[in-house]
């Protein structure tokens, strides 16, 4: 009788596991589960006034910024471009995406791919392997800057270590009225002519800039009707998660919202140590989360602000709108905007980077030693009577053949086969005084870095061709994260600056600046196959030679397909 009520009981729950096992593991099948997310995208030129100033602009899908991608981590972004630029190249980076098992779709012209040609259609397919916030933009001589770029929003799969009510993104930006063909001529030209500072700030696509202060401007040209402030509305009492990145042309960058605190909770697809601000210092090629609470007088309307630091500013504040509802969005707040900061204190902005650890609980802890240092020193010099800036006195070029095409199939000639120097003159060289640089060449040579070893980046700031003058610049890592060791002063000591190094929560980058006569220490692992750009990602800098190429494992690179080729050694081998 027991025996017969034990195997009933037993009976009885059988069916009971089957099911719960049948749920357990559809539940784990639904969170492995991926999608296949298809995007058509035609780039193309029109006129737009996103600062009351029309003027030729790239637009994808009649938009700029473009669309955003919105995606989970583990999808496949599979995006169809159409060039109808008429007359110009294109190439678009995935900026942030590490691109593991896709190399060929970084979206690097002559680095990782042939351009796309006007009238063509280039596919580009790959993973978004974590969660995090990232961009796109072209990636074609200083093209970014004519308004090819928007957001790319990865959502987790498991819950994430901070709560909000709503997701909202913002892109700041610099805008120049002159064309990318005329800074780049200007940039290229004896005697030299530099950009200049921008005309304004773009807060997601929108700015205003003052016509009548050039009464000479027709209504034609500039007119007040044809733009508007960004505007973002918030419903009062909630918690937003806003995603700020920047794809600023030059100009390093405050951000903030008038009469609210903060929250940084993440930076380049990696969750922050919790930390507040009023004010946050972003940098081009950067990405922030942050959250803030909707919970000031909600009666009113709230100033949002950009303003550039780091250099002396002639550009006039981003102005937006904190609209809480249900106020009208163009009610103007009863105050004037906040004060911005003084360009030229460094002290708060190095405060910010010494303040982004990872989160406890997502630490990533590096190798506590590497395997190879180069230090890049950041110069700028003449070269042949052209301005150049350079690294470690190499200034930077671009070859016809992509590296990553010549070095796959064993195309001999196409670049310099000299590698770039680990180093310079340690002892000898004044960070602080204006040097001749006599020895400054142009190379397309690359650094060979052995696979799956771990290499440690110095980047050291050094004064430029002005007296008493040294320059914030954001630095870029394709295919790659990298921790960020350390920030210091002056001129790196390899003796005492090295046991500074925060080797218990470092936070994973992809971009990070270097602060003026200052130095940066970055590590990563060489575990991705490819060709990756690593660069100053200031526009003008980048054009004018201030990048480096590392390869890594090239051999284990899968079969290229043959639509990245057709340029340079491959023409020939491009198929459809």
């Known amino acids: 009788m027991v025996e017969l009520g034990l195997i009933s009981l037993r009976a009885l729950q059988l069916p009971r596991l089957l099911i719960l096992c049948f749920f357990v593991i559809l539940g784990n099948f639904h969170k492995a589960e991926a999608r296949i997310r298809h995007y058509i995208w035609e780039a193309k030129y029109e006129f737009r006034s996103p600062d009351c100033f029309k003027k030729l602009v790239i637009t994808i899908n009649g938009k700029t910024p473009g669309p955003s991608i919105q995606a989970q981590e583990g999808d496949t972004i599979i995006v169809q471009v159409n ?3 008429v007359t110009e ?22 680095v990782t791919q042939c351009p796309i040609l006007p009238g063509d259609t280039f596919i580009y397919q790959f993973v978004v392997d974590r969660p995090g916030t990232y961009l796109y933009h072209a990636h074609y001589g200083m093209q970014r800057e004519a308004g090819l770029y928007g957001m790319m929003r990865v959502a987790p799969r498991d819950p994430e270590p901070f709560a909000y009510d709503l997701d909202r993104s913002i892109i700041l930006n610099d805008w120049y009225h002159s064309s990318t063909y005329e800074q780049a001529a200007g940039l290229s030209s004896i005697p030299f002519r530099w950009v200049g500072e921008p005309q304004s700030l773009l807060i997601h696509g929108k700015g205003i800039f003052n016509c009548s202060k050039s009464p000479s401007l027709s209504t034609d040209v500039c007119d007040a009707s044809k733009c508007s402030p960004f505007v973002q509305t918030v419903i009062p009492g909630k918690t ?56 000031q007088d909600p009666s009113r309307n709230y100033w949002i602000t950009s303003n550039v630091v780091s250099r002396n500013r002639s550009t006039p504040a981003g102005l937006g709108m904190f609209n809480y509802y249900p106020n009208h969005p163009k009610r103007s707040p009863p105050t ?11 002290e708060p902005r190095l405060a910010q980077s010494f303040s982004i650890k990872a989160r406890q609980g997502y630490i990533h802890k590096p190798p506590t030693t590497s395997d190879r240092v180069i230090v890049l020193l950041n110069t700028q010099n003449n070269i042949s009577e052209y301005r150049h800036w350079s690294v470690n006195n190499v200034s930077f070029t671009l070859p016809h053949t992509p590296y990553l095409i010549a070095l796959k199939e064993n195309i001999n000639g196409a670049f310099d086969s000299t ?4 180093g310079y003159d340690f002892a000898n060289y004044d960070i602080f005084s204006v040097a001749s640089n006599a020895n400054a060449t142009s190379s397309s040579g690359i650094y060979r870095l052995k696979f799956n070893t771990t290499v440690d980046i110095i980047l050291q700031n050094a004064n430029t061709m002005t007296k008493t003058n040294s320059e914030t610049h954001p630095w870029h890592l394709h295919g790659h994260d990298f921790w960020v060791l350390g920030y210091g002063k002056g001129k790196f000591d390899v003796n005492n600056d090295t046991k500074k190094y925060n080797l218990e929560n470092p936070i994973m980058k992809n971009t990070v600046p270097v602060h003026p006569f200052g130095w940066t220490a970055l590590r990563f692992r060489t575990d991705n196959p490819g060709v990756w750009a690593f660069h100053c990602h200031i526009e003008s800098h980048f054009y004018m ?11 284990r690179v899968g079969k290229l397909p043959s639509s990245i080729m057709g340029c340079g050694q491959t023409r020939g081998f491009h198929g459809p």
């Open 240 to 295: 937003y998660r806003l995603r700020i990145a920047s794809l600023t042309a030059l100009s390093a960058l405050s951000f903030q919202i008038e009469g609210h605190n903060m929250t940084v909770v993440e930076a380049d697809g990696h969750y922050v140590e919790p930390f507040v601000v009023k004010k946050l210092f972003i940098y081009s090629g950067e990405t922030y989360s942050v959250t803030v609470k909707s919970d």
């Open 336 to 346: 004037v905007p906040p004060s911005p900061p003084a360009w030229d204190d460094v």
């Open 419 to 422: 590698s770039p120097p680990d």
């Open 89 to 110: 190249n294109l190439s678009i980076h995935w900026h942030g995406i590490r691109q593991i098992g896709t190399p060929w779709f970084d979206g690097t012209e002559g």
């Open 83 to 85: 060039n109808s630029l």
């Open 545 to 555: 030679g201030m990048g480096v190429v590392f390869e890594e494992g090239v051999e």
